[in-house]
């Protein structure tokens, strides 16, 4: 009797599309939720959701009337890395659960 050497690949493959359709649910889960990062003592937030996106960016008209744009600019940009940064955490988080802990490159 010869041993199938592929007899386990169809479980494997089972198992990889059953990750695979699990962490699409996670992914639209996470997108459902949001994370906030303020810089400038509040001056400006910004709101991102799990699926990476920009939802809501709050500006202070304080900052608006200063006239200066570069501060602007640069709070912008701290405001938005956080945000992202963030985001990517929480899809993290969520798909820590997924693969049991296990830190998998490539998957957040």
């Known amino acids: 009797m010869s041993k199938n050497p592929f007899g386990n690949m169809g479980n494997l493959l089972k198992q990889a599309q059953a990750m695979q359709e699990k962490l699409g649910k996670i992914q639209e889960e996470a997108a459902a939720k949001t994370v906030k990062a303020s810089v400038g003592g509040g001056m400006v937030t910004v ?7 920009l939802t809501k960016v709050e500006i202070d008209p304080q900052v608006l009337q200063s006239g200066d744009h570069e501060m602007l600019q640069d709070l912008l940009v701290s ?6 940064r ?3 955490e929480l899809m993290a988080e969520e798909v820590k659960g997924l693969t049991g802990g296990m830190g998998i490159p490539g998957m957040f």
């Open 47 to 53: 709101t991102a959701n799990g699926g990476m996106q």
């Open 79 to 84: 405001a938005v890395n956080e945000a992202l």
């Open 86 to 88: 963030k985001a990517k």
